[in-house]
Nanobody, 120 residues
Framework: QVQLVESGGGSVQPGGSLRLSCAAS????????MGWYRQAPGKQRVLVAVITDPTKPNYADSVKDRFIISRDNAKKMVYLQMNSLKPEDTAVYYC??????????????WGQGTQVTVSS
């Protein structure tokens, strides 16, 4: 069974920083992409950042130049460094991985989510 466990959420003032971590565990043959999504109250879940090729991460326009996604393949972890946080970044952040449990195909897995609140 595959599990994704996020950590690092919390409350911060505007302009502050937080670092989210996500660890994948269980039966994992290979991981294609890992990424972060967020869902604000009353809104749909949207992509924040995703990394497949370490040299070519992709970011939502709203977080470019503020957030940095990175990945540690050996530890099966993905990180999201969030800087210059704004109130509009407030949301539940979800880790996502596109991975193959047994080499027979890739599937999407989600973490349980971690709350990020940006408020003065």
């Amino acid at each position: 069974q595959v599990q994704l466990v996020e950590s690092g959420g919390g409350s911060v003032q505007p302009g502050g920083s937080l670092r989210l971590s996500c660890a994948a565990s269980g039966r994992i043959f290979s991981i294609n992409s890992m990424g972060w999504y967020r869902q604000a109250p009353g809104k749909q879940r949207v992509l924040v950042a995703v990394i497949t090729d370490p040299t070519k991460p992709n970011y939502a326009d709203s977080v470019k130049d503020r957030f940095i996604i990175s990945r540690d393949n050996a530890k099966k972890m993905v990180y999201l460094q969030m800087n210059s946080l704004k109130p509009e970044d407030t949301a539940v952040y979800y880790c996502n991985a596109q991975l193959s449990p047994n080499g027979a195909g890739y599937f999407s897995y989600w973490g349980q989510g971690t709350q990020v609140t940006v408020s003065s």
